[in-house]
């Protein structure tokens, strides 16, 4: 296991700045880097197209990193459905799926626009969205989603950490509701995977839909549909094209299996291996380690911010993982991330974080988010806290 010290000198980024908005994009480690750069120094060549050695060598490089996503999720390979991130994800499901006439879903308003935006623009289809109302602390209860879903329900969706807020869903309840609905159930892991445990099995959801660039440190521009085996014939491909069949005579065509007929044209490679390098990396250090890390520290901003005159802290400290939003009286969030980065070199994230109806939930216009990873230490956060209570005094005199 790499200790936190150890872990931060794989990110010279972080010799500059103190970098707390890994909920956006997290930061990537010089070992996945390395590894991308193998590829296109030796190997630079396309998948599933050549006899040649370094054709050859892509394609298994590619295999192997689904292999490796596929066990870090305890996972089929063949349930891995490579993407450039969740948002494609998610539009695969809500693309590829076979709506009627009066169906609906079910979704949250604590949804990044991912998980709303494909819904709400299938009304014009005729389908029908559901969008059932957190509590106070950004928690959706279950028996909400009891009184929402119908014989006519197709589909629930839900994130299971708000990425707005932080706030953490139950979604085994929430499974168990869905299921014996007979529904299908959607979770949107993008700020869970590479932060906690995401297994398949224990989840039992239809589709999940993760980054790699987010808790699980991988490159920009990738990321994965896990699609259930049992399942997969309800969706069906929406971007065929090369590498999606197997053979075509006259006007017919025969599609590939599962996962490739998903992915048509050519893959985004460099980061797929990179994506492999990744997983070995936070296999490294070890899931749990970076989920006890991670709600320290979380609990640690909470604790310090709250004791600030004039803040205002979102959702509940016992119910949130690695991000906490918050606001100053009277001063503009993009304010506060500015000043933050021109006096402190801090990264926080500031606006509606691509979720408007979460954020408006609380009565926010915007807030101020910090999120941390593994490679973040104490010594961030009090220097944040100390920022914040700086900004915090002299506005209010």
């Known amino acids: 296991m790499k200790s936190v010290k150890q872990v ?3 990110f010279p980024i972080l010799n500059d700045l103190i970098y707390l908005d890994s909920a956006s994009t997290s930061l990537t480690p010089k070992q996945v880097v ?4 193998e590829y296109y120094f030796k190997y630079n060549a396309n998948i599933g197209r050549g006899a040649y050695r370094i054709a050859i060598k892509s394609s298994n490089k590619v295999e192997e990193s689904r292999k490796k996503i596929a066990k ?8 891995i459905i490579f993407t450039k991130n969740t948002t494609e994800a ?10 009627k006439k009066g169906d609906n879903i079910c979704i949250s308003n604590m949804e990044h626009h991912s998980n709303l935006i494909p819904w709400l623009n299938l009304k014009q289809t005729g389908l029908e969205v559901n969008i059932i109302k957190a509590n106070s602390e950004g928690i959706v209860e279950k028996e909400d989603i009891e009184d929402n879903i119908n014989d006519k329900t197709k589909l629930v969706a839900i994130t299971h950490i708000s990425n707005s807020i932080g706030s953490i869903q139950d979604i085994g309840a929430i499974e168990k509701i869905v299921h014996e609905n007979n529904s299908l159930f959607l979770v949107d892991g993008a700020q869970s995977l590479g932060h906690v445990k995401m297994d398949s099995k224990n989840v039992n959801a239809d589709f999940m839909a993760f980054p790699g660039h987010k808790g699980l440190l991988g490159p920009v521009g990738t990321g994965f549909l896990y699609l259930k085996e049992d399942i997969a014939n309800e969706l069906k491909p929406t971007n ?3 590498g999606t069949i197997t053979n075509v005579n006259g006007e017919d065509f025969t599609l590939e299996k599962v996962p490739q007929k998903f992915e048509g044209g050519t893959q985004n490679i460099s980061g797929i291996i990179g994506l492999g390098s990744a997983v070995d990396y936070i296999n490294n250090i070890k899931i749990s380690n970076i989920e006890k890390h991670c709600s320290c520290l979380t609990k640690n901003i909470w604790d310090k911010l709250s004791n600030i005159e004039g803040l205002i802290l979102y959702g509940n400290k016992k119910n949130t993982h690695s991000i906490v939003s918050f606001n100053i009286d009277r001063i503009n969030s993009y304010d506060v991330a500015k000043i ?14 691509c979720a408007i109806p979460g954020v408006k939930h609380f009565n926010a ?15 961030d956060i009090e220097k944040l806290v100390n920022s914040i209570e700086e900004i915090a005094k002299v506005f209010s005199s």
Do not use: P, Q
């Open 365 to 379: 216009n915007s807030t101020v988010r910090a999120s941390v990873h593994y490679y973040n230490n104490m010594s």
């Open 90 to 99: 998610i539009n695969i499901v809500a693309n590829g799926l076979s709506f």
């Open 240 to 242: 065929l094209g090369g």
């Open 34 to 37: 390395e590894a991308m750069n």
């Open 340 to 353: 933050l980065d021109e006096t402190g070199n801090i990264c926080v994230r500031s606006g509606f974080h």
């Open 8 to 10: 931060r000198s794989d």
């Open 72 to 79: 870090f999720i305890n996972a089929k390979e063949e349930e």
